[in-house]
């Protein structure tokens, strides 16, 4: 299962405009003011963009899904963590049921309470986010952060951006190069760049310091 990553706001944003109606936008696009760093939480929705072009099938879509959500809660009602994992990410993309981020939320919680790394980190962008709560970005970096601790590379690279941006707390440059670094290092792009622009920051502070 590909991990829903963050990616670059502008290109998810163009995918979503001028894709023919697929009954996923959540609302009108909000341009990003230049230099402004923000994850858009779309990764996953630009993948699916693409499986419903290969399958244009909304029957034989619902009918796997409906299918998959028997299965999974079956097994999620038993405890199983990577079924109530997976039933939050069906909630969460409106798969098969109609969307709801208050379920989603709901058994992405069991689930990380049982501390499945996915679970926690779709719960921080649940609250980075918005969806289904007030934005809490202290809670979300609270989930980012369980995540995170668990080497979960999507995680790594939000709590730095949290870090990075100041966002619910004071910007602190130690911290962001820390997470940015931890998932630079496993080969994550975004990660890589924003750890670049950290060293490229302080090295530019370094340079208009008087010796």
Known sequence: MKTIRPGL????TAAVLIWPG???????????????????????????????????SPSTNQQGFSEAFRWFQKAALKGNKN?????????????????????????FEKAAEQNHAEAQYMLGLIHYYGRGVQKNFTT????????AKQKYNAAQYMLGL??????GMKKNLTEAEKWFRQ??????????YMLGLVI????????????
């Open 9 to 12: 706001f502008f290109l998810i």
């Open 22 to 56: 697929d009954g996923r936008a959540s609302g009108p696009a909000v341009p990003v003011p230049t230099g402004q760093i923000t994850p858009s939480g779309g990764g996953k929705d630009h993948i699916l963009l693409a499986q419903v072009k290969k399958n244009p």
């Open 83 to 107: 079924a109530q994992n997976m039933i939050g990410q069906m909630y969460y993309d409106g798969d098969g049921v109609k969307r709801s981020y208050e379920k989603a939320r709901g058994w």
């Open 140 to 147: 979300a970096a609270q989930w980012f952060g369980k995540a």
């Open 162 to 167: 949290i870090h990075y941006e100041g966002k």
């Open 183 to 192: 998932a630079a290092e496993e080969g994550d792009q975004d990660a890589q």
């Open 200 to 211: 490229y920051e302080r090295a530019k502070e370094k340079g208009g310091k008087k010796p």
